[in-house]
């Protein structure tokens, strides 16, 4: 079973900062998803990535497949990036399915 | 953009009852999924759908639970007697080759 850690659990930070949030797992993958979920629980995908770095909008991705760690960073943070995000890992480099997730990092953006 | 949706938002049930959470994956989509979340914890994963049989299935997913695909769009969990830890929010998934992920907006279980 892969096992993921997230850090921080929780963050709290003021509009206009960067932020960064880590994901580690324990099992070599073939890919790994970055998600949001809002105050009222809906779940949105971010990102899948398998190596290197993505970039959506003010989001940036990045995953280094040797060491089993990823980031995510969010430049220039705004009170609606308040979410918990949560990162999630296949059990190996040979299935997709049967993600685990991580238990989230909980971010509050303050103006 | 194509998305996955998912009915009810917020079902209430009562303990013994069955109850059926629907979800419309995206269109052309092969693989489906359904994840819950009890309040304050992770996210885990129930079962995946694949070529109409399920293909994986976590120790959650007892006799109590089975899926569906009854008309080629949507994709249905029945919870039969609903027991009060099934309360959580569900979540399904559809993925066109079964690497990335497509999450619904939840479904909210309440059973009391």
């Known amino acids: 079973k892969n096992e993921v850690e997230q850090s921080p659990q929780n963050l709290t930070a003021q509009e206009g900062e960067f932020i960064t949030i880590n994901c580690s797992y324990s099992?070599?993958?073939?890919?790994l998803h970055w998600l949001q979920q809002h105050p009222g629980g809906g779940i949105v995908s971010l990102f899948m990535?398998?190596?290197g770095k993505k970039k959506h909008g003010r989001l940036i991705a990045t995953i280094n497949i040797q060491e089993k760690h990823s980031s995510l960073h969010i430049t220039a943070s705004h009170p609606r990036d308040s979410a918990v995000y949560i990162c999630?890992?296949?059990?190996?480099?040979?299935?997709?399915?049967?993600?685990?997730f991580g238990t989230g990092t909980r971010l509050q953006v303050t103006l | 953009e194509p998305e996955v949706t998912q009915t009810p938002s917020h079902q209430v049930t009562q303990m013994g009852q069955e109850v059926i959470l629907r979800c419309v994956p995206i269109?052309?989509?092969?693989?489906f999924y359904w994840y819950r979340q009890i309040l304050g914890q992770k996210v885990e994963f129930l079962v995946s759908?694949?070529?109409?049989?399920?293909?994986?299935k976590s120790e959650i997913f007892d006799d109590q639970f089975s899926v569906e695909r009854p008309d080629g769009s949507n994709f249905t969990l029945k919870i039969r007697s609903t027991k009060l830890e099934d309360s959580a929010m569900y979540f399904c998934a559809s993925s066109p080759q079964g690497y990335e992920q497509y999450f619904g907006p939840g479904t909210r279980l309440t059973v009391t």
């Open positions: 099992v070599g993958i073939s890919a």
């Open positions: 999630a890992v296949p059990p190996d480099t040979g299935t997709a399915s049967k993600l685990t």
């Open positions: 269109s052309n989509h092969l693989y």
């Open positions: 990535l398998s190596s």
């Open positions: 759908f694949y070529n109409n049989e399920i293909s994986e």
